[in-house]
């Protein structure tokens, strides 16, 4: 009997495998990209620990303990590195979020529907330009010679300011670019639950008369928090990850206070001088610090409401 319905199950589970076949041929490809990009990396990260010479390879170069993780923390330049990318990192959720909430809740409450599609295909496009064509747009708004901004100012009167140079305002021109940037692309996953509230509760809203900002601020906030706070955990798992397109495109001697971060410390010291283990080891740093401000986020999110990522 139980040999019987052994073998009922048998042909049971190969049925479904068979119905579901189409789909499980689409999870291949996704499934080599992780095995190959993501998980097969993991085994060449033992490099972070060995004096990595390219004729030995990765399984016959030196074992050297954690001399590359030393190299990097005692180096001159550590704390003014992390000082710089964990600034550009926090400034950019702090704007970056926020801005994205605020724009899809404007395309979501418009009452003029096209106009609300056209604003939201417009604040996609940025997403799709690379930092290049990005740094070319701000040279002709920024640029002390013949900038847009500047030839305003020199219109007021003012002396023109070279944004791109000038550490003061640096920072601020990496932030706020970024924010402009990926606001629209950012704003879809928040657009996409707002569809999901239930449009009875703005009903009853409308006919207690509530106000538009109290509707936002007492119902849409509310019932998008879960997905605000997972944007936001998942955020904080590349918090050290500043953005090295954007800066290494933007950046220059005058401002390397305020714009070299750890990414492109990494990339002249381990790229430009060939010491791949120290960028290993860097990688892992990195790595190791974002899985900590995860659990940590999530724990906190966890005891303070109730939504969490697990």
Known sequence: MSSYAAATSKKSLWREIRRYMPIYMLMVLPLLYYAIFRYWPIVNGQIAFKDYMALDGVWGSKWIGFENFRSFFNSFYFWELLRNTVFYSFGKLLVGVPVSIILAIMIYETNHPKLGKVVQTLSYLPHF??????????????????????????????????FLTNTKYFPWIVILSDAWKEMGWSAIIFIAALMAIDPTLFEAAAVEGVTAFQRVW?????????????????????????GFNQIFMLYSIPVYSVADIIDTWVYRQGLLEFRFGLATAVGLFKGTIGMIMVIIANRLVKRFSDSSMY
Not at 130 to 147: K, N, Q, R
């Open 129 to 162: 330009l690379s930092w290049v064509i990005v740094y070319g747009i701000l040279l002709v708004l920024l640029a002390p010679g013949d900038g847009l901004v500047n030839d305003v100012l020199k219109a007021m009167g003012q002396q023109p300011i070279d």
């Open 218 to 242: 007492y119902i849409t906030l509310p019932l998008i928090r879960p997905v605000i706070m997972t944007v936001v955990i998942l955020k904080l798992g590349t918090i050290l990850d500043a």
